[in-house]
């Protein structure tokens, strides 16, 4: 039996346990990934992914690439509901409309990409910086104790140990490690049964000029949801059944999908066939904890989301991006174990608000929503963009009220736990997003007479032995060394600080604290100093 050791063992190999293993080692830490499936996913899955998400993936190197592979889905806009491909359309709307006018809020947009063309990019960039990679290897068991986390693998015929100091279970809805721990889960639960047929089939004749990114269909052959590729060549149809009535997965045979296909299609002259079928539960289900002494749930393994709305793997990927810098700043040393308690503060609440917005867009979609419950639906950007987040992690303003769980981002000003807004900045005569200046340290942004802030930021740094880049904004065309110019003058509007004060965001791009003016006697290096102890956990 062999044996090895890794910093963070990662279970599951799927969209969030790549997502996790790129972040990690983007921030330096050495991390083992597991997946008990020979490769990466062989079905598309999940396929969009919200601006939120590519600012994500941005800080990693790899949204150039998802937009490369993405490129055909360019133009696939439409969510319609149809009686088949071929047949009459009943409605037809622009997903994510005004899109076009984002450009103040963020330099991302809207991707459309299966999960079985994302994952690979993940892999191959979790590959080049170092992640060790163990496809076909399955988690046998695992036991916790004080210093870490020892787990028994099992690969081909052989089995093996790996010693870690913590354990982040990405292993899907039907979690074994969450099962293991006994973790309870709340919400609505299991609402309905469904399979994803992927499938094979020349669509151009039906479909023309038209572009889809999701069909409803209805006929009185086959109700479902069908997602068809750039190619043209094939895609995926989701159907429900039911238990409840003597239907099971046994039902769905070669024969039956192909038929189900050819109906949704509404083409008989256009052949089908089957590539494969993927089980799985449509759910309203959040983990009662996702910390648990040293084995951290992420992704599905925390929360099962509807998927009206698209929202479960964007949450999923934020969970990992909220989880890296944490677990790297502990494992260095330059943070307290208490900081990954926030993990459970802030994330819990995201996966619990969203589950119940997932829930609403199913009632709604499928007639049976109240008013009242109509009223409560967020839009997109609010859900994936505008949420605040409370912790010890986060510095609340004295005298404020923190803003509510989820608004507008368009609306937000820098508020301490929300996203640290994107503003068009000058460095070195060359235009720069406030956005990528974030993912690896602290980031200190003072105004133009915010002088004595970085400072007291380079000072602050090195009590506490941190990487801390401090800048000052100032309203001129362009900076120079440590000054960002900002011509538009738009800085201090989106992040509500004055000439003298100053914003401290988290390597995750979320507001830390915030300083309207300047301290009195000087005191700016202590009070940095403080707020970084206090974020850190550090006492």
Same mark, same amino acid.
């Given at each position: 039996?062999?044996?090895? @050791?890794?910093?963070?063992? $990662?279970?599951?190999?799927? &969209? ?5 293993? #790129?972040?990690? !080692? ?15 996913? #062989?079905?598309?899955? /999940?396929?969009?992914?919200? %601006? ?16 490369? @592979?993405? =490129? ?61 990679? @163990? ?13 870490? #986390? ?10 093996? $140990? ?21 973790? %309870? ?6 609402? =309905?049964?469904?399979?994803? $047929? ?26 479902? $949801? ?5 190619? &043209? *060549?094939?895609?995926?149809? +989701? ?21 189900? #296909? ?11 066939? +089957? ?21 951290? &749930? ?6 099962? +989301? ?10 999923? +990927? ?5 989880? /890296? ?23 819990? %609440?995201? /996966? ?48 404020? @009220? ?6 507008? %981002? ?22 720069? =997003? *406030? ?10 942004? !003072?105004?133009?007479?915010? *002088?004595?802030?970085?400072? !007291? ?76 102890? *206090? ?5």
């Amino acid at each position: 039996m062999s044996s090895s @050791e890794t910093p963070v063992l $990662i279970v599951g190999g799927s &969209l969030v346990g790549l997502s996790a293993a #790129v972040f990690l !080692a983007h921030h330096g830490v050495a991390c083992t990934l597991v997946e008990r499936h020979p490769g990466t996913s #062989v079905h598309p899955r /999940a396929v969009g992914y919200y %601006p939120r998400t590519c600012e994500l993936l941005r800080q990693v190197g790899l949204e150039e690439a998802a937009r490369r @592979e993405a =490129s055909g889905f360019d133009n696939h806009r439409t969510r319609a509901g149809v009686e088949s491909l071929a047949g009459e359309v009943l409605f037809s709307r622009e997903e994510l409309q005004g899109e076009d006018t984002l450009d103040e809020l963020t330099p991302s947009r809207l991707l459309l990409l299966p999960q079985d063309r994302l994952e690979p990019l993940l892999r191959a960039r979790a590959e080049e910086l170092g992640v060790q990679l @163990e496809f076909g290897t399955e988690l046998l068991s695992f036991a916790e104790d004080p210093d870490g #986390v020892t787990a028994v693998l099992g690969h081909g015929a052989g089995t093996g $140990i790996v010693r870690s100091s913590y354990l982040v279970a990405c292993d899907g809805p039907r979690s074994t490690v969450r099962e293991a721990l006994k973790v %309870p889960r709340q919400g609505r639960g299991v609402l =309905s049964r469904h399979v994803s $047929i992927a499938f094979g089939a020349d669509l151009s004749g039906v479909l023309g000029e038209r572009r889809y990114s999701v069909v409803h269909v209805k006929n009185p052959q086959v109700t479902g $949801i069908l997602v068809h590729d750039d190619t &043209l *060549t094939g895609g995926t149809l +989701i159907v429900g059944y039911s238990p409840e009535d003597g239907e099971s997965l046994d039902d769905f045979t070669d024969r039956r999908c192909t038929e189900l #296909v050819s109906s949704a299609i509404g083409a008989p002259q256009v052949a089908v066939t +089957i590539r494969s079928r993927f089980p799985w539960d449509m759910a309203e289900q959040v983990a009662e904890g996702f910390v648990h002494g040293r084995v951290l &749930l992420a992704g599905d393994a925390a929360h099962v +989301i509807p998927p009206t709305g698209g929202y479960g793997a964007n949450t999923g +990927i934020a969970d990992a991006h909220n989880l /890296a810098w944490k677990l790297a700043m502990v494992l260095k040393g330059s943070a307290g174990a208490a900081l990954l308690d926030t993990y459970d503060t802030e994330r819990r %609440p995201v /996966a619990t608000y969203t589950a119940g917005q997932g829930s609403l867009q199913l009632a709604v979609r499928s007639g049976s929503a109240t008013p009242e419950q109509q009223a409560e639906v967020a839009d997109e950007l609010t859900v994936t963009m505008g949420q605040a987040v409370r912790s010890a992690a986060v510095v609340a303003e004295t005298g404020k @009220e923190p803003p509510v769980h989820a608004s507008d %981002p368009r609306t937000l000003r820098g508020e301490p736990g929300t996203r640290a807004p994107h503003v068009v900045l000058q460095r070195g005569g060359a235009p720069l =997003s *406030t956005l990528d200046l974030f993912g690896r340290d602290f980031v200190l942004l !003072a105004g133009e007479r915010g *002088t004595a802030w970085t400072r !007291a930021g380079a000072v602050a740094a090195q009590r506490l032995g941190l990487g801390l880049d401090a800048l000052r904004v100032v309203p001129a065309a362009e900076g120079g060394d440590g000054v960002l110019g900002d011509p538009q003058g738009r800085w201090s509007t989106a992040y509500a600080a004055g000439p003298e004060g100053a914003v401290l965001v988290r390597p995750d791009g979320l507001v830390a604290w915030r300083s309207h003016g300047a301290e009195p006697a000087g005191e700016e290096s202590g009070v940095l100093t403080d707020v970084l102890r *206090t974020v850190l956990a550090r006492g």
